[in-house]
Nanobody, 121 residues
Framework: QVQVEESGGGLVQAGGSLTLSCAVS????????MAWFRQAPGKAREYVAV???????YYTDSVKGRFTISRANLKNTVYLQMNSLKPEDTAVYYC???????????????WGQGTQVTVSS
């Protein structure tokens, strides 16, 4: 059984930084794409970043230059380093794993429960 667990969320002031972690069990992530999505209150879930098994990475425009996705395959863990945080980054952040290097949520077959990130102004 594959399990995905996010951690590292919290409350931070605008301009601050947080690093989210995503630990996966039951699947060796080296062969899969890993992605971060987020959902703000009253809004649809949106893609944030994705990293392929070859470590190619893509980001949604609003986080480019501020967020960095990385993976540590031996730890079966993916990270999202978030710098220069803005109030509009406030959301529940979800980690997902799947066989395709895509930004569409439906193509990811396992998801975590999410971790709350709140950025105060």
């Amino acid at each position: 059984q594959v399990q995905v667990e996010e951690s590292g969320g919290g409350l931070v002031q605008a301009g601050g930084s947080l690093t989210l972690s995503c630990a996966v069990s039951g699947r060796y992530i080296a062969a899969y794409s890993m992605a971060w999505f987020r959902q703000a209150p009253g809004k649809a879930r949106e893609y944030v970043a994705v990293i392929s098994w070859t470590e190619d990475a893509y980001y949604t425009d609003s986080v480019k230059g501020r967020f960095t996705i990385s993976r540590a395959n031996l730890k079966n863990t993916v990270y999202l380093q978030m710098n220069s945080l803005k109030p509009e980054d406030t959301a529940v952040y979800y980690c997902a794993t799947g066989p395709k290097f895509v930004s569409t949520g439906r193509d990811y077959d396992y998801w975590g429960q999410g971790t709350q990130v709140t950025v105060s102004s």
